[in-house]
């Protein structure tokens, strides 16, 4: 990934906006920022660009799979879904790398009696609201994916959730925002920001101090700065990748346990846990052993696959598990795009936008008005 490691002296520069963190939700924002021919922008990053938990996400673009009602989340997820093609089409122009979007689908199993009703009402509510949804019999199920285990009892199909080679996504990112002549530090830890009279002065950085007007703060479970009233948690997901050539299903396949995602070059992503752990990104036996049984439980042809590597990574979780995207009314100058926790990857391309506009614009953008920073001051009171 493309990235400048200039290390030199920062005491003395400035930028127009700098932002905080190198996952894809600050690149993206980086990228559409850029775009929107906003110069001078400094993207800080303390490792390399791409290394957290948007590297150890599944890829997963789907809304529709596991949700119960339709909400403004529900309708922030579906519409930054949906800006995937156009996202994908966009960053292969101007990085020459292929996301590997894969539009094959997502599948739902249902095992016991539990499971089948709630797919159930997922369909009902799902078909009333004009969704795109398929119930499946068992037999149909199987006939689609016949890997899959003879103990579905029956299944549902959502044919616009999709996924995507989050990895891919993270190098076309880095490789965009370099074109696009973003300054990109990485190896530079923001230490503390600096605001006088209620604005935003710069960053503190472990090389020296930057001077900004705008600090959009990107920096996944590790966003809780100053003493804002935005407090985010990591929540550790751990995942196991299997060898499987040739693949075992085409369809990315949950159950109500685990999951399954088949990506192109053959590897098989199983996952998750999730699990308040702190900031440690162990792998634990516990973890893989869950991973495991709820896969195998899926597809039971796994347990002749190879393992091939495991990791883990940290989700930020807000306190209402919500994403926090917008301006900070305590703060001029403060942007918060973090909270993202199970869906950062999915969200991404529509934070990206939102969050430049609100720059560009001046404006917040109505769709972030539930997501704003200035709910947790209004709890706080
Ligand atoms: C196992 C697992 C599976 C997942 N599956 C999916 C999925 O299928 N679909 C989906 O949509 N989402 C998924 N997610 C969630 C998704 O990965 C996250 O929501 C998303 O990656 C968050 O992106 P981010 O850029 O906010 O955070 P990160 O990718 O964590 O990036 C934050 C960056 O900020 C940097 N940083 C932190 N503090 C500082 C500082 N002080 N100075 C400089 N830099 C700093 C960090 O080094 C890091 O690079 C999954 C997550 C996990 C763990």
């Given at each position: 990934m493309d990235s400048t490691n200039d290390t030199s002296k920062l005491t003395g520069r400035s930028a127009s906006v700098v932002i905080i963190g190198g996952g894809i939700i600050g690149l993206t924002i980086a990228r559409a920022l850029s775009l929107r021919g906003v110069k001078d922008i400094c993207l800080l990053e303390r490792g390399s660009l791409g290394s957290e938990s948007s590297f150890a996400a599944g890829g997963m673009l789907a809304p529709q799979a596991e949700a119960d009602s339709r909400d403004e989340f529900f309708e922030l997820l579906c519409q930054s879904r949906d800006l995937y093609p156009n996202f994908a089409a966009s960053l292969k122009d101007e990085?020459?790398?292929?996301?590997?979007?894969?539009?094959?689908g997502t599948l739902y199993l249902a095992f016991s009696e539990h499971d089948q009703l709630e797919i159930d009402q997922r369909y009902e509510w799902q078909m009333q609201a004009g969704l795109p949804v398929e119930k499946l019999t068992a037999v149909e199920a199987r006939m689609l994916e016949p890997g899959i285990s003879h103990d579905v009892r029956g299944a549902l199909r959502f044919p616009l959730d999709i996924q995507v080679e989050n990895r891919r996504v993270l190098s076309a990112l880095g490789n965009s925002i370099a074109q696009l002549g973003v300054k990109t530090l990485c190896g530079t830890n923001v230490e503390s920001i600096e605001t006088v009279r209620h604005s935003v002065k710069g960053v503190h950085t472990n090389d020296g101090f930057i001077s900004c007007e705008t600090i959009v703060i990107a920096a996944g479970a590790w966003s809780t700065f100053l003493n804002s009233s935005v407090k985010v948690e990591p929540v550790r997901g751990q995942m196991v990748c299997l060898t499987a050539t040739p693949q075992l299903t085409r369809h990315v396949i949950y159950s109500a346990r685990g999951y399954i995602i088949p990506r192109q070059d053959g590897r098989l992503l199983a996952g998750s846990t999730s699990e308040r752990a702190g900031f440690t990104k162990e792998v634990t036996v516990g973890g893989v052993n869950t991973i495991l049984s709820n896969a195998l439980e899926i597809?039971?042809?796994?347990?002749?696959l190879g393992i091939n590597d495991a990791w883990s990574g940290l989700r930020p979780k807000a306190l209402d598990g919500l994403p926090v995207v917008g301006a900070c009314g305590?703060?001029?100058?403060l942007i918060f795009a973090t909270?993202?926790?199970?869906?950062g990857i999915l969200l991404a391309p529509l934070t990206g936008e939102l969050i430049a506009e609100t720059i560009v614009e001046g404006v917040a953008p109505a769709l972030l008005n539930p997501f704003t920073p200035d709910r947790f001051v209004a709890v706080d009171a």
């Open positions: 990085s020459g790398i292929d996301i590997e979007l894969d539009t094959t597809a039971p042809g796994i347990s002749a305590e703060i001029d100058g909270g993202h926790y199970r869906n």
